[in-house]
């Protein structure tokens, strides 16, 4: 993930080594809980869009629908345009001014429940929100652009660069109120995501994602713990927490490895710059790779997903290449990657406990001149393979299981107007929950913050980071071009 989740400290009793854990809220209190408010906003918005298509109606008055432009007047009044010798009338930004105000609406309301169950402060929020929707707005606007269109500048890339171009200017954090919840927009956007992949693709595809993400992460994961450890001398725990974000999820994966292990809370803001340093490179590096190699849509996405670290950076890439690029992207990152982020801590955790902590344990003991074999036992605690699981990857399945359902019980010939009226609409709010998403990411991104690393943690990173890529691209693009080719849409 690209934006860092709230971390509480702890101070250790003996050694007086400050550990990052996560706040009490995560996993727990689900109301108090981010990742859980994610799946409620997204499932919601797809059991909304499905009540109103039931009963006749259209989920398009939710969308904004900005057409392709080439000048002002079109752009503002629209106009009839002919495609494959079929014309039809593009409603222009006047026409469609109500859709947008409703659109602002639903997402207003929606994660200002969500921002007060949080503990924001809602009217700051919303006041940063009306801004982050208009900068949004105006994004979607320039990349509708037939000049955007020729030069290839797709919203999330555009969203991006301003961003980290306004970030970077001046701090404008405190302007948005709280607003910029890069975490919740991005996971927001997945579970939509999953209401337009169909569950059978995932059925199909994902023990081939899973195979090939697990392949990858445990072979990224070792590549920058032994680099971290040998090569540079770092300490194991702030290893195995370089290598959680570098091979599984990013941020996400940072923070909670490092509380599994109890890495130090310096170590883990370390981890959490690289990877984000790192995921912007991989946006611009994997986009301008897959177009520069020619590679299908698929494959391209495949090979984002096996080698972007973050959620977000990673749908901002995949972007690029088209509904089929998200979809392998999402398999591949989603169902290979990320749910397996509490089995990993699981692992790691009992690793730590069982052999670090108490080699620790028993150095302690004999420079202190006590007996080690007197040293009680620790325990570890299973139920974390919950509190850490990504409770956003259950609402994608809900989501796609669903309607999948749906377009099933409707038939061959409704199958039509569940597309036309609920999934491309949805694909719509979609694409607006990731823009705010690139935008919140931009926005929050310091490079000077980040120039005060020391250069050993970067550079067994950096190792890891370009064997995965290397090891991405075989695996896609050499090795299974043709399964990931020929991934299905909806």
Same mark, same amino acid.
């Given at each position: 993930?690209?934006?860092?989740?709230?971390?509480?400290?702890?101070?250790? #009793?003996?050694?007086?080594?400050?550990?990052?854990?996560?706040?009490?809220?995560?996993? &727990?209190?689900?109301?108090?809980?981010?990742?859980?408010?994610?799946?409620?906003? @997204?499932?919601?918005?797809?059991?909304?869009?499905?009540?109103?298509?039931?009963?006749?109606?259209?989920?398009?008055?939710?969308?904004?629908?900005?057409?392709?432009?080439?000048?002002?007047?079109?752009?503002?009044?629209?106009?009839?345009?002919?495609?494959?010798?079929?014309?039809?009338?593009?409603?222009?930004?006047?026409?469609?001014?109500?859709?947008?105000? %409703?659109?602002?609406?639903?997402?207003?309301?929606?994660? @200002?429940?969500?921002?007060?169950?949080? &503990?924001?402060?809602?009217?700051?929020?919303?006041?940063?929100?009306?801004?982050?929707?208009?900068?949004?707005?105006?994004?979607?606007?320039?990349?509708?652009?037939?000049?955007?269109?020729?030069?290839?500048?797709? #919203?999330?890339?555009?969203?991006?660069?301003?961003?980290?171009?306004?970030?970077?200017?001046?701090?404008?954090?405190?302007?948005?109120?709280?607003?910029?919840?890069?975490?919740?927009?991005?996971?927001?956007?997945?579970?939509?995501?999953?209401?337009?992949?169909?569950?059978?693709?995932?059925?199909?595809?994902?023990?081939?994602?899973?195979?090939?993400?697990?392949?990858?992460?445990?072979?990224?994961?070792?590549?920058?713990?032994?680099?971290?450890? &040998?090569?540079?001398?770092?300490?194991?725990?702030?290893? %195995?927490?370089?290598?959680?974000?570098?091979?599984?999820?990013?941020?996400?994966?940072?923070?909670?490895?490092?509380?599994?292990?109890?890495?130090?809370?310096?170590?883990?803001?370390?981890?959490?710059?690289?990877?984000?340093?790192?995921?912007?490179?991989?946006?611009?590096?994997?986009?301008?790779?897959?177009? %520069?190699?020619?590679?299908?849509?698929?494959?391209?996405?495949?090979?984002?997903?096996?080698?972007?670290?973050?959620?977000?950076?990673?749908?901002?890439?995949?972007?690029?290449?088209?509904?089929? @690029?998200?979809?392998?992207?999402?398999?591949?990152?989603?169902?290979?990657?990320?749910?397996?982020?509490?089995?990993?801590?699981?692992?790691?955790?009992?690793?730590?406990?069982?052999?670090?902590?108490?080699?620790?344990?028993?150095?302690?003991?004999?420079?202190?001149? &006590?007996?080690?074999?007197?040293?009680?036992?620790?325990?570890?605690?299973?139920?974390?393979?919950?509190?850490?699981?990504?409770?956003?990857?259950?609402?994608?399945?809900?989501?796609?299981?669903?309607?999948?359902?749906?377009?099933?019980?409707?038939?061959?010939?409704?199958?039509?107007?569940?597309?036309?009226?609920?999934?491309?609409?949805?694909?719509?709010?979609?694409?607006?929950?990731?823009?705010?998403?690139?935008?919140?990411?931009?926005?929050?991104?310091?490079?000077?913050?980040?120039?005060?690393?020391?250069?050993?943690?970067?550079?067994?990173?950096?190792?890891?980071?370009?064997?995965?890529?290397?090891?991405?691209?075989?695996?896609?693009?050499?090795?299974?071009?043709?399964?990931?080719?020929?991934?299905?849409?909806?």
């Amino acid at each position: 993930m690209a934006q860092s989740q709230p971390v509480a400290v702890k101070q250790t #009793a003996k050694r007086g080594v400050k550990e990052a854990v996560p706040a009490a809220s995560e996993g &727990r209190r689900i109301l108090g809980s981010e990742d859980w408010w994610a799946t409620f906003i @997204g499932l919601g918005i797809v059991v909304l869009g499905f009540v109103i298509w039931a009963f006749g109606g259209t989920f398009n008055v939710f969308v904004a629908k900005i057409p392709s432009w080439g000048d002002w007047a079109f752009l503002f009044n629209g106009g009839d345009v002919t495609k494959n010798g079929v014309t039809t009338h593009a409603a222009g930004l006047i026409q469609r001014l109500p859709n947008i105000i %409703a659109l602002f609406a639903l997402f207003a309301v929606v994660f @200002g429940v969500a921002a007060y169950f949080l &503990r924001l402060k809602v009217q700051a929020f919303l006041g940063g929100f009306l801004a982050l929707f208009v900068l949004s707005f105006i994004v979607n606007v320039f990349s509708s652009s037939k000049f955007a269109s020729s030069y290839n500048l797709e #919203a999330p890339l555009v969203a991006l660069v301003i961003g980290l171009v306004l970030g970077n200017l001046i701090n404008l954090e405190r302007f948005f109120g709280g607003a910029l919840r890069t975490e919740l927009f991005v996971k927001v956007g997945i579970v939509l995501l999953g209401a337009t992949l169909p569950f059978t693709t995932i059925v199909t595809a994902g023990p081939v994602a899973f195979l090939q993400a697990t392949f990858i992460a445990v072979s990224t994961f070792l590549v920058i713990y032994f680099a971290a450890t &040998r090569l540079f001398g770092l300490d194991k725990r702030f290893a %195995a927490t370089l290598g959680a974000g570098g091979s599984i999820c990013g941020v996400s994966a940072g923070i909670a490895v490092g509380s599994a292990v109890k890495s130090r809370k310096e170590h883990v803001s370390a981890v959490i710059s690289i990877v984000v340093v790192w995921a912007i490179i991989s946006i611009f590096l994997l986009t301008a790779l897959g177009k %520069a190699f020619g590679l299908p849509d698929g494959v391209a996405g495949a090979w984002v997903g096996t080698s972007e670290f973050a959620d977000a950076a990673g749908v901002t890439a995949a972007s690029s290449f088209g509904e089929q @690029g998200i979809a392998a992207f999402t398999l591949m990152k989603v169902v290979g990657r990320d749910i397996f982020i509490g089995v990993w801590c699981l692992i790691l955790a009992f690793i730590a406990v069982t052999y670090w902590d108490r080699q620790d344990q028993i150095k302690e003991a004999k420079t202190e001149g &006590r007996d080690p074999a007197t040293l009680p036992k620790q325990k570890l605690d299973v139920a974390q393979i919950w509190h850490r699981f990504p409770k956003f990857v259950i609402g994608f399945f809900i989501a796609s299981i669903f309607l999948t359902i749906v377009i099933a019980v409707a038939g061959t010939a409704a199958s039509g107007g569940v597309t036309s009226d609920l999934i491309t609409p949805i694909k719509e709010l979609r694409t607006w929950a990731f823009t705010f998403t690139f935008l919140s990411i931009g926005l929050t991104t310091r490079f000077g913050q980040l120039s005060s690393l020391g250069w050993k943690p970067a550079a067994a990173f950096s190792i890891g980071a370009i064997v995965n890529i290397i090891l991405g691209f075989i695996l896609s693009a050499v090795i299974l071009p043709g399964f990931w080719a020929s991934i299905p849409v909806a």
